[in-house]
């Protein structure tokens, strides 16, 4: 029911979109052609790249797209509303990228929440307008991320106030006015795999643009690389090892003892541990955890 909503509203709006998109860069001072050309420059993309853009509308960002691709190049634009994809397949021919001398344009009604891609078929995804509206965002980010192969950039934006102006008079009227410019860059729905991420604002710090890359899973870094000075431990076992809170004189008596024996504190703390463990589990335990068992029970 929502994403009928969403496609009728568009369905509803679309003759007019154009005139208001118009209105809007007049309104702020900048040149659209301008704008969009910088937007598209954080896909850097190649003649040869396979591109995919989401949320296409009139294909305003659409000829700037096509305008980056040569020989090999092929171009996927897609949007929710069958009547902005026909404007904007019109617009497209009118520039001259669907007379067959430039790279492949192919159109396509869908929801950017399921994209009929395999993994990493594309070189970069481009979206602008329409995210914030989005019933599930992270779910389309994290499909625009994996239809994206390994280093590919992903580029999104929407309206959003830029953080410095959201108590300025400036802000306070262009929210007041439209409410979509109290939405925020939707970083918490990044994917796990995002890389570089960037967010910058644009269009009279009304909206934001983020770009990133494309990696695989979370960062790289060794969990378990002992950790320099006193407190030592690892990323891990400060993580997983965490016990119940002792008296602040007994936490001193350790720190002391610690320094006294050259240990770290998680060094001291995990033999002192193990040794009353052991002598509280008896022979039996004590047998399981010293390394000679260990040895006999590996062979």
Known sequence: ???????????????????????????????????????????????????????????????????????????????????????????????????????????????????????GFFDAVYHFGGLNLFTDKRRALAEMARVVRLDGKVVVGDEGMAPWQRESEYGQILMTSNKLYAHTPPLDDLPEGARDVCVRWMIGSAFYVIDFRVGEG????????????????????RYFGVLEGVSPEAKRMAYEAAEASGLSWHDWVDRAVRAAASADLGDRERRVLSPRSRTARET
């Open 1 to 119: 029911p929502t994403e009928e909503r969403e496609k009728q509203y568009y369905e509803e709006t679309a003759r007019d979109y154009d005139a208001v998109i118009e209105w809007l860069f007049r309104s702020f001072g900048e040149n659209e052609d301008d704008v969009r050309r910088r937007m598209v420059d954080l896909l850097e993309l190649q003649q040869h790249h396979r591109v995919l853009e989401t949320g296409a509308g009139t294909c305003r960002d659409s000829v700037a797209i096509a305008s980056r691709l040569g020989d090999g190049g092929e171009f996927y634009v897609q949007d929710l509303s069958p009547s902005m994809l026909s404007i904007g397949r019109e617009r497209m021919r009118e520039a001259g990228f669907l007379d067959g001398s430039r790279s492949p344009v192919r159109f396509f009604v869908g929801n950017a929440g399921n994209l009929p891609f395999d993994d």
């Open 218 to 237: 979370a960062p790289r870094v060794d969990l378990d690389l002992p950790i320099l000075g006193k407190r030592g431990g690892t990323h891990r076992t």
